[in-house]
T-cell receptor, first 113, second 108 residues
């Protein structure tokens, strides 16, 4: 299993500001994944954070809007830049074990006013 | 691209059996997983099928047919605590693509 700590757990932000979400894992993992879940919706993969290289972004997500850092094998950050109300969502950090099982952090619930 | 189809909601009574179907179209497919998510909580892993057939884990079972691009999650002896959203997820390459989710409501 894996224990993932994510913070902040929730925040209320003003339009045009940026917020950085932190994700800490209790073991070393090669890849960390950032998902977004809008209210009542499914999970959409934003990007895969790789240690030592740039993140790999999914279609519809760009680095300027969602810059990601991965300084070591246990930590990653996701920044939501220049926020608008459409960015109000839950952002989830996750890691995948060799068994294929995905472990998620508790999520960061962002509300943009 | 990737697409997964599952029913949006199911309602059943305590003690009943519920089957949630999932059909998928995805490239590089190598397995199907199921996740449970309670309101306000994080998704939690339920099961994973890499091969055709049935996997049983307590009251929950999952099935996969690669030839039909189809799988299902079977919830038996339903309990109130099983009220949650259930997502199927297709493994392709190194990542997962999730279905839209099925909201299961268990009534007394």
């Amino acid at each position: 299993s894996a224990v993932i700590s994510q913070k902040p757990s929730r925040d209320i932000c003003q339009r045009g500001t940026s917020l950085t979400i932190q994700c800490q894992v209790d073991s070393q993992v090669t890849m960390m994944f950032w998902y977004r879940q809008q209210p009542g919706q499914s999970l959409t993969l934003i990007a895969t954070a790789n240690q030592g290289s740039e993140a790999t972004y999914e279609s519809g997500f760009v680095i300027d809007k969602f810059p990601i850092s991965r300084p070591n094998l246990t930590f990653s950050t996701l920044t939501v830049s220049n926020m608008s109300p459409e960015d109000s969502s839950i952002y989830l950090c996750s890691v995948q074990l060799r068994t294929g099982e995905l472990f998620f952090g508790e999520g960061s619930r962002l509300t943009v006013l | 691209g990737q697409s997964l189809e599952q029913p949006s909601e199911v309602t059943a009574v305590e003690g009943a059996i519920v089957q949630i179907n999932c059909t998928y179209q995805t490239s590089g497919f190598y397995g199907l997983s199921w996740y449970q998510q309670h309101d306000g909580g994080a998704p939690t892993f339920l099961s994973y099928n890499a091969l055709d057939g049935l996997e049983e884990t307590g009251r929950f079972s999952s099935f996969l047919s690669r030839s039909d691009s189809y799988g299902y999650l079977l919830l038996q002896e339903l309990q109130m605590k099983d009220s949650a959203s259930y997502f199927c997820a297709a493994h392709n390459d190194y990542k997962l693509s999730f279905g839209a989710g099925t909201t299961v409501t268990v009534r007394a």
